[in-house]
């Protein structure tokens, strides 16, 4: 179903088709078909769409073939599996000309996608880029991704991370102005992205005690209350409760210097890192890694990571749009799909203490101080 052996099958979502969705999945199609031991793919999409951008490609990617459930997905270079959702009028697939009917298809692959993962059909879905102005136009009244995600997994938490080849980082807000995030930095926030990202470098990449690094809020991490005191009355203390339950994490430290590489490797010195808003933990990981950043979304069922930049219309249907980072998403997806399948195998352990939403016991305990 979702894996034959050690080959993960890996769902692509096609993302706006007027967008550059259809080149950069077929080309990392191309590119990934190259590589040692590759998953398997299958674009979720629309067939006509997808041989339209081959077209423009000039045949330097797979042939687009048509696959329905039941089908042997194709695993050569030479050829790539379409699981054709609907039929798109050929307007909705104009490089650069968005339309409602190509944001609500857009909707639908990620949906199929996603239930082809919970089924374990599928495993792992890769998401490329969708419109979020086209979407709500399109009535699907979601921020994103990760939200329509996390609502068809009925999952309550779940966290944004974005990946390069050496640094990996959690957020614990994301899209607000910075004037909201100190009233939504809460001890429970603090802890679930610790604990989310503990689940996620331990049961999915594999990583045997994963040393994490928390971030403070304030510059100098508030200098023991002079800058302010978050880090003593939040992050701190849920700090000390992912420590009780064994997770190796540490912290707060000042963000001005959380990543300065050290070591005649030039190495971090943790595996990954929790920053308190967007901005915090992303300037540094897209000035490191901006063409091959990947994100992930942590907390759901299944796994699921998408390329760091948007439809881009500006290029559509050009042949110029770079696909490193889709070809890193679909990468980094299968390699936790492998670490999965591998822990699957064993006992297992999950996170330290629980999975999911972040609530009192049935104590009463809480990430407090005590």
Avoid at 145 to 160: D, F, G, K, N, Y
Avoid at 219 to 233: I, K
């Amino acid at each position: 179903m979702g894996s034959s052996g050690n080959t993960p099958l890996i769902a692509v979502s096609m993302g706006d088709p007027a967008g550059i969705g259809p080149e950069v999945v077929l080309k990392a199609a191309a590119a990934i078909a190259r590589r040692p031991s590759p998953p398997v793919i299958i674009i979720l999409g629309d067939l006509d769409a997808i041989l339209s951008a081959a077209a423009r490609l000039n045949g330097d990617v797979p042939l687009p073939l048509e696959w329905r459930p039941g089908m042997r997905a194709k695993r050569s270079g030479r050829a790539v599996s379409i699981f054709n959702i609907g039929k798109l009028p050929p307007r909705a697939f104009v490089p650069g000309s968005p339309t409602v009917e190509g944001a609500d298809a857009a909707y639908r692959y990620v949906v199929e996608g996603a239930r082809m993962t919970m089924r374990g059909e599928a495993s792992a879905l890769v998401t490329a880029p969708i419109n979020k102005e086209w979407l709500n136009r399109a009535g699907h009244h979601f921020p994103g991704h990760s939200e329509l995600l996390a609502r068809l997994a009925h999952v309550r938490t779940w966290r944004m991370m974005f990946a390069g080849e050496t640094l990996r980082v959690a957020l614990v807000t994301v899209h607000m102005g910075l004037a909201e995030v100190p009233r939504a930095l809460t001890r429970n926030a603090v802890l679930g992205t610790i604990t989310l990202l503990e689940h996620h470098l331990h049961c999915q990449l594999g990583i045997a005690r994963p040393r994490i690094l928390v971030l403070g809020f304030n510059p100098h991490a508030g200098e023991n209350g002079l800058f302010g005191d978050e880090e003593e009355r939040v992050i701190a203390p849920a700090i000390r409760w992912a420590q009780r339950r064994g997770i190796d994490v540490h912290g707060p430290v000042a963000p001005d210097t959380a990543f300065i590489r050290a070591g005649s490797a030039r190495r971090f010195g943790f595996d990954g890192a929790v920053a308190m808003y967007h901005d915090q933990g992303l300037i540094a990981l897209k000035t490191l890694e901006f063409e091959s950043a990947v994100n992930i979304t942590l907390g759901l069922p299944f796994i699921r990571t998408s390329p760091d930049h948007g439809t881009a219309y500006d290029i559509a249907g050009r042949g110029t749009a770079n696909a490193t980072s889709m070809l890193a998403a679909i990468e980094y997806a299968a390699k936790a799909a492998r670490g999965a399948a591998k822990a699957s195998g064993r006992k297992n352990r999950g996170p330290r203490a629980g999975f999911g939403a972040y609530t009192p016991n049935a104590d009463g305990e809480r990430p407090d101080e005590s």
